[in-house]
């Protein structure tokens, strides 16, 4: 039975996702982790079989600690991604009302998506951040904070009661989350795939406007472009780049080969089907032609 870690203690919205990712969710064993890099670190070491992670929100942006996590390392690939609308119930211990609470606690990017509501409803109260929304439930049901921003999932695992449900200053806000494997076998491209990349092009004029070029030429639309800066080393970055496409793809293929060619390093992350409407983009066939006619002048064909 295969293993997966995900982002816990349970209850999280990344058990939300990774159930929601696995067809057959009663033939894998979930096994929460306590932090994105521990899930991540327990892939690398064989411990578990796969990873479940988010990687991004549509209000607050890239859940930083899971790209530095994919970025340093031993290399991971992403297989497949899920997208989960997010809204955040305000718990807390049974009979504690609003004018009772005076801490409240979660992670950075569920509090950051109610920020609104709480200067509203809890004005007063004093924020602190844990590594996930049920870690949050956790200190609650402890008695460490009096309330938990938190997941769906939550207030049945944790005993807690809602003092707000459905909470979002955004409505339709979405996370994406990856599901994340040792290299091995790329899924088979689908027709609609994102791919993912890590490139650290090197301090010279131009050299990201080269990278973009590669894409730009051979009709690759970028979904996504992150900078984060490389530790130890100030002033230096690496980009994170989202695509759709597949590395199956001769038009995909070539455009990474060029990265390879102009880039300090680039670290593949996986083309996996898409979770959203976006297609693949650029035409694999008119790059597939040029390929075979150009074998078959350099085998002495007539072309
Ligand atoms: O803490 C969680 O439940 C997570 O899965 C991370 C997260 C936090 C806030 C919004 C979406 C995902």
Not at 11 to 36: H, I, W, Y
Not at 129 to 137: D, E, F, G, K, V
Not at 201 to 226: H, K, M, P, Y
Request: aromatic fraction near 6%; glycine fraction near 8%; hydrophobic fraction near 45%.
């Amino acid at each position: 039975m295969p293993r997966i870690a995900y982002l816990g203690p349970e209850g999280t919205f990344t058990e939300q996702a990774v159930r929601q990712l696995l067809t057959d969710v009663a033939s894998a064993e979930l096994v929460p982790a306590e932090s994105v890099a521990a899930a991540l670190d327990a892939v690398r070491s064989g411990e578990r079989d796969a990873a479940c992670v988010p990687i991004e929100n549509s209000v607050e942006g890239s859940v930083t600690s899971t790209m530095d996590a994919l970025a340093d390392g031993a290399p991971l690939v992403a297989v497949a991604e899920t997208m989960l609308p997010v809204r955040f119930d305000i718990l807390v211990r049974p009979g504690v009302r609003a004018e009772d609470v005076r801490t409240v606690t979660s992670h950075p990017h569920a509090l950051a998506q109610v920020r609104r509501w709480l200067s509203v409803h809890l004005p007063e109260a004093a924020q602190s951040a844990t590594t996930s929304t049920s870690a949050a439930a956790v200190a609650v049901r402890d008695g460490n904070a009096d309330a938990a921003v938190c997941a769906p999932l939550a207030a049945e695992r944790y005993g807690l009661d809602v003092l707000a449900g459905q909470v979002a200053d955004v409505e339709d806000a979405v996370t994406r989350f990856l599901l994340v494997r040792r290299p091995g076998e790329v899924p088979a491209p689908t027709g609609a795939d994102r791919t993912t990349v890590v490139v650290v092009t090197g301090d010279s004029v131009g050299s990201l406007a080269r990278v973009l070029n590669e894409f730009a030429l051979r009709g690759v639309n970028l979904t996504r472009i992150e900078s984060r800066p490389i530790k130890g080393s100030f002033g230096e970055y690496r980009f994170f780049l989202d695509f759709g496409g597949h590395v199956g793809e001769a038009h995909v293929g070539e455009a990474l080969a060029a990265l390879r060619r102009h880039c300090q390093d680039v670290r593949f992350l996986g083309s996996f089907p898409r979770a959203d409407e976006g297609g693949s983009s650029g035409s694999d066939e008119a790059f597939t032609d040029a390929a075979a006619w150009l074998a078959d002048i350099r085998s002495g064909g007539r072309a």
